[in-house]
């Protein structure tokens, strides 16, 4: 038996409890993983909500996780009993105690790094390698707006974006925010709740506009967020927080790019996310980043109603009792 996060429906953070299942042994080329500590992302909360359709319910969220190995099935030859371990992406289902993958998505985990530092942020880290480096090829000099710069993936990206020679340009709520986002490298904050971010970016680049900008808001915020981009700039799209994308104006993108992203689409080439995830590790290794928020593993309701209300500041993750 062993225990994980379960849903019936599609709901609010209450649909999600705890109960017991049957797991059965590895097959073969699967890594079973005693998992530790369990990554919690906005994409969960798009399953639990219903906006991303679940392989079948009930059913258990989750795209990450970190832990060490507890069996191996048939031809499983990379791995040993008891080596640390982490993964990201499909298929969903990592709110468990313990879990088969499949062995060529598990992660060896670096022994200068700790669990505590790759928890939660593993697939942040894998979505900001995406973006920056595969889909915008940030560049010296360049110049990138971050929705949400104080936020968990923010503040990555913020920090990434700096070590690349980026001009980095984030919206944030509060003053207290702001000074996350700084000491992570913000070199402009935006308090969008007191000003227009379309106009202060305007001032901020003498009406030229940004390189890239970064939208996980969606909503009616994404026709402004294009608005925000020089002549032949790249917005891209990668969350609905404030409502669904909408139907968009041919005419908005003249001159313009826009791209709607999927990292657990590009984590599918299996040489793309390993190498990111090393990637990763290695601007762990330069950028220490806050403390995460931890939750009881049975609290998993509490860390999703945290995350939709800007709660929380970084990295978050369920902590599995040993």
Known sequence: MTRIIHMDKAGEPSALYAT??????????????????????????????????MPALPGCIGVEAVGTVCALG??????SIGERVAYAGFPVGSYCAQRNVAANRV??????????????????GLTACFLLVHVCHVQAGQSILVHAAAGGLGQILVRWAK???????????TAKKAELAKQQGLDHAIFYKEQDFETAIADLTDGKG???AIDGIGGETLDKTIRTTKPFGTTVNIGQIGGNVPLLDVSALTNRFLIRASVLAFINDLQGYHRAAHAWFDVLRQ?????????????????????EAGATNGAV??????
Not at 107 to 124: E, H, M, N, W, Y
Not at 287 to 307: G, I, V
Request: charge should be negative.
């Open 20 to 53: 017991d299942i049957d797991l059965p042994a590895p097959q073969a080329n699967e890594v079973q993983i005693k998992q530790s500590l369990i990554g919690v992302n906005f994409v969960d909360v798009y399953f639990r909500k219903g906006l991303y359709a």
């Open 74 to 79: 048939k031809d499983v030859r990379d791995f």
């Open 107 to 124: 992660i060896k985990l670096p022994d200068d790094l700790s669990d505590a530092q790759i928890a939660g942020s593993l697939l942040r």
């Open 163 to 173: 070590l690349l020679g980026a001009t980095t340009i984030g919206t944030v709520s």
């Open 210 to 212: 940004v390189d890239y």
């Open 287 to 307: 950028s220490p980043f806050p403390t995460a928020h931890a939750y009881d593993f049975a609290n998993a309701s509490q860390a999703h109603a945290d995350l």
């Open 317 to 322: 993750y369920l902590r599995v009792d040993p």
